[in-house]
């Protein structure tokens, strides 16, 4: 099946920054909203970022609104999650997705399989 996969997480120490990636390809992807999630242990999963299609509007969680920026690269197939100033409560495994068409909503499907990052104190 088509599943979007997940790449650039690792460990890194508060205040630093990551940069992850999710290669999606083809006609499942093309033209649809993808987002970023991330689980931390014992928590449910959560949104982080989203963004168009085209790549003109985004929208993120507060936690983490004026430290993480999402980007894609429809020419390349990827979008990214460039993360800066980065806390431990920010640990997790951060998942891509596809969504609908609407930047605001939140049904989303094709997962990919994660990335895990991991901010120590």
């Given at each position: 099946q088509v599943r979007p996969v997940e790449s650039g997480g690792g460990l890194v120490q508060a205040g630093g920054s990551l940069r992850l990636s999710?290669?999606?390809?083809?006609r499942t992807f093309s033209g649809y909203v993808m987002g970023w999630f991330?689980?931390?242990?014992g928590k449910e999963r959560e949104f982080v970022a989203a963004i168009t299609w085209s790549g003109g509007a985004t929208r993120?969680?507060?936690?983490v609104k004026g430290r993480f920026t999402i980007s894609r690269d429809?020419?390349?197939n990827t979008m990214y999650l460039q993360m800066n100033s980065l806390k431990p409560e920010d640990t997790a495994v951060y998942y891509c997705a596809r969504g609908g068409v609407?930047?605001?909503g939140?049904?989303?499907?094709?997962?990919?399989?994660?990335?895990?990052?991991?901010?120590?104190?």
């Open positions: 999710c290669a999606a390809s083809g991330r689980q931390a242990p993120y969680a507060d936690s429809n020419a390349k609407r930047l605001s939140y049904d989303y499907n094709y997962w990919g399989q994660g990335t895990q990052v991991t901010v120590s104190s």
